[in-house]
């Protein structure tokens, strides 16, 4: 069984580019909410980062081994959880995805199962190694994450929803799914998506209006096409070296909807243009290289895929709402790992780096 060794073998070095990416936020939230009715969000996002690094070494403490052997507990609680916000959740924006606590704290459960789901996708496909994965292999990995997810959509939430998608994908992967079947696969995935973009049926109509924003941002300037097109202003308007903290025309003049949770890289591209945001992106880089370079010295498989499900989550969020700020992709409202304001998504980001941390410090074996 790995042993704990110490915090002499913490990645202190992943640490360091994650405190950098985490402070780069913090003056960013300042800056977008500078002359607006969030203003002093930039201090709550230091309470929920003292809060993510702070469970980040509880968790690390914890044998991971131990939280595998009690996920199938975890999974039940947060599919019961993500039900009691359908009953008694908070609605803002038409949107039921919060329960709400005394003293004004707002839970969003949606988070924390990412977590939940990764434990659960690497505890099922370690029974599995060694053997051919078959369809009811498949089908029973994609319905423990069909669930939770479907229960997501009925807040409804299409963002958060979808980054349960990868975790599924990098599980069936690194569980040796055969090419035929993710041929297969992906032929039956292109007609229900077919069928449902033709009818029509699956999408509420600011999902659909979203995607028509996306495929002609001019169709509705001021309506569906309004947070596009102003973020590709943004974008534009920083050139290369951007226009300086607190300068940004589109931030501060309050154009750019939103620029400190899903449009903050929009506004951090206004204020340091190309470079900053390439610099932003070399960051991230350099993250996700230690957390593979983490799962390749894991000691054990789930160790392995566990680390390897957290990359999938936190790259397919930078790619989508990266690509959701240059017109790349639609408009979903799924944040920028790290960047963007908001405590559900800092602490399921450093609880994820916490148990990355708990399998580096048990990579040796007795």
């Given at each position: 069984m790995p042993r704990f060794s110490s915090y002499r073998d913490f990645d202190w070095v992943l640490l360091g580019f994650v405190l950098l990416l985490s402070l780069i936020s913090v003056l960013e939230i300042k800056s977008a909410t500078l002359h607006t009715k969030f203003h002093g969000f930039d201090h709550k996002q230091i309470q929920f980062l003292a809060?993510?690094?702070?469970?980040?070494?509880?968790?690390?403490?914890?044998?991971?081994?131990?939280?595998?052997?009690?996920?199938?507990?975890?999974?039940?609680?947060?599919?019961?959880?993500?039900?009691?916000?359908?009953?008694?959740?908070?609605?803002?924006?038409?949107?039921?995805?919060?329960?709400?606590?005394?003293?004004?704290?707002?839970?969003?459960?949606?988070?924390?199962?990412?977590?939940?789901l990764i434990l659960a996708v690497a505890r099922y496909f370690w029974g599995l190694a060694g053997k051919e994965l078959t369809w009811g292999d498949i089908g029973k990995a994609a319905a423990m994450v069909v669930v939770p997810m479907a229960l997501v959509l009925k807040q409804p939430d299409l963002g958060t929803a979808l980054t349960y998608l990868p975790i599924l994908i990098c599980g069936l992967f690194l569980g040796g799914i055969r090419v035929k079947q993710v041929g297969l696969v992906v032929l039956a995935l292109a007609l229900i998506g077919g069928v449902a973009w033709k009818s029509g049926k699956h999408l509420k109509p600011y999902q659909q209006a979203r995607i028509n924003a996306f495929m002609d941002p001019d169709s509705d300037p001021r309506g569906s096409g309004y947070q596009i097109r102003q973020s590709l202003i943004a974008v534009g308007s920083g050139g290369i070296w951007g226009k300086g903290a607190n300068k940004g025309t589109q931030t501060q003049g309050d154009f750019l909807p939103i620029p400190y949770t899903d449009f903050i890289f929009a506004a951090f591209c206004e204020e340091h243009g190309f470079v900053g945001a390439i610099g932003v992106l070399l960051l991230y880089f350099l993250i996700l290289m230690r957390l593979i370079q983490n799962a390749q010295t894991a000691s054990d498989l789930p160790g392995s895929f566990i680390i390897m499900g957290v990359v999938a989550v936190i790259v397919f969020q930078i790619a989508v709402n990266v690509g959701m700020v240059v017109g790349l992709m639609p408009v979903t409202g799924i944040p920028l790992p790290l960047l963007s304001y908001g405590g559900s998504s800092v602490l399921f980001t450093f609880l994820s780096l916490g148990i990355v941390m708990n399998i580096r410090m048990r990579r040796f074996v007795n």
């Open positions: 809060g993510g690094i702070f469970l980040m070494f509880v968790i690390s403490l914890i044998d991971y081994h131990r939280l595998i052997d009690i996920i199938h507990w975890a999974y039940g609680v947060s599919v019961l959880s993500l039900i009691a916000v359908l009953i008694v959740g908070t609605k803002v924006l038409g949107g039921r995805r919060w329960i709400k606590f005394p003293g004004g704290i707002h839970f969003q459960p949606s988070e924390w199962v990412k977590l939940v």
